[in-house]
């Protein structure tokens, strides 16, 4: 047995962070938020593990701590975007 970070998630636990992709709206003053990620602290607390469910098209990524309401539902990364932005 090695030393390593076991990466393996189980279903009961939440995510630490969430990924965002942000694309601005018509004149820029809003923001489209699409959920297309979420992190997971290592038990070590030197790192995350990251999973995409898609990439965002121009490169930006914003992640951003769940809400309790996101906490509480399990599965967050296939709920519909919460509109952040």
Not at 17 to 44: E, F, Q, T
Not at 67 to 76: Q, S
Request: glycine share 10%; hydrophobic share 30%; aromatic share 8%.
């Amino acid at each position: 047995m090695s030393n390593q970070q076991d990466t393996r998630l189980s279903p009961t636990r939440k995510p630490s962070l969430l990924g965002y992709s942000v694309r601005p709206i018509g004149d820029g003053k809003r923001s489209s938020w699409s959920k297309i990620a979420a992190a997971w602290a290592h038990k070590d607390g030197e790192g995350y593990e990251v999973r995409f469910d898609a990439l965002p098209v121009d490169g930006r990524m914003v992640f951003r701590a769940p809400k309790e309401d996101d906490r509480e539902t399990g599965d967050v990364i296939e709920r519909e975007p919460s509109g952040l932005g």
